[in-house]
């Protein structure tokens, strides 16, 4: 599963979804304190499909999208460029044969969080993707 995460990282360095939250991509969580926008990936299920030739894994990878902004174009933006990098992407994983990555949905959200600055609204996008692997 590291070399996933560690391929996963790879992809998102340097990319334009980095630039549009300043680097500050985390896996599982963010810590305390980050500054808005951010992204967080963590994996949600890792489901064996193997077959009598093949050991096959389908895993679902969460990527939370995190904006304060008012307005909708901080995380329109972010979402795209989302998509723009992993919608039917490549990855390259050691020591595991890369099948697809494929988009399975997208889930808004919207909260209200306590800052030291006060009160701010929170807009949440999680979009999940399914990745299919096999290892040799």
């Given at each position: 599963?590291?070399?996933?995460?560690?391929?996963?990282?790879?992809?998102?360095?340097?990319?334009?979804?980095?630039?549009?939250?300043?680097?500050?991509?985390?896996?599982?969580?963010?810590?305390?304190?980050?500054?808005?926008?951010?992204?967080?990936?963590?994996?949600?299920?890792?489901?064996?499909?193997?077959?009598?030739?093949?050991?096959?894994?389908?895993?679902?990878?969460?990527?939370?999208?995190?904006?304060?902004?008012?307005?909708?174009?901080?995380?329109?933006?972010?979402?795209?460029?989302?998509?723009?990098?992993?919608?039917?992407?490549?990855?390259?994983?050691?020591?595991t044969t890369f099948l697809f990555m494929k988009r399975q949905s997208m889930t808004t959200m919207f909260d209200a969080?306590?800052?030291?600055?006060?009160?701010?609204?929170?807009?949440?996008?999680?979009?999940?993707?399914?990745i299919k692997t096999r290892t040799s």
């Amino acid at each position: 599963m590291n070399n996933l995460l560690t391929a996963i990282m790879t992809k998102l360095t340097g990319s334009a979804l980095s630039s549009d939250v300043g680097g500050r991509i985390f896996a599982d969580e963010a810590p305390d304190g980050a500054p808005f926008p951010y992204v967080v990936f963590l994996i949600i299920s890792d489901v064996p499909d193997n077959t009598f030739t093949d050991d096959l894994h389908e895993i679902l990878i969460q990527f939370s999208l995190y904006s304060t902004s008012s307005g909708l174009a901080e995380i329109t933006d972010m979402y795209a460029d989302l998509k723009t990098l992993f919608d039917d992407c490549t990855l390259a994983i050691t020591s595991t044969t890369f099948l697809f990555m494929k988009r399975q949905s997208m889930t808004t959200m919207f909260d209200a969080i306590t800052t030291p600055a006060g009160e701010v609204g929170v807009r949440h996008w999680a979009a999940d993707y399914v990745i299919k692997t096999r290892t040799s």
